[in-house]
């Protein structure tokens, strides 16, 4: 098993560019990612998770 970055020093950009790509080579949802990471894992803030939920909603936004 791969060890992940660390996370609390990636700029929300860059980890919402991680969570987007993990998402797509794993088939999971980004905001369930970001979820996982927060709650389950506890890899995150509660500041970073809803910083990255936001550019998220943001990205989803300007593609559609």
Avoid: C, Q
């Avoid at 991680?18 to 797509?24: D, G, M, N, P, V």
């Avoid at 794993?26 to 910083?51: K, Q, V, W």
């Avoid at 550019?55 to 593609?63: A, C, H, Q, T």
Wanted: charged share 25%; hydrophobic share 45%; net charge negative.
């Amino acid at each position: 098993m791969t060890s992940l970055p660390n996370l609390a020093l990636m700029s929300v950009v860059d980890y919402v560019d991680f969570l987007e790509s993990t998402a797509l080579y794993t088939g999971i949802d980004p905001f369930e990612l970001n979820m996982e990471y927060h709650i389950e894992m506890g890899a995150i803030s509660m500041e970073r998770y809803e910083r990255a939920k936001w550019e998220l909603v943001g990205r989803k936004i300007v593609n559609s």
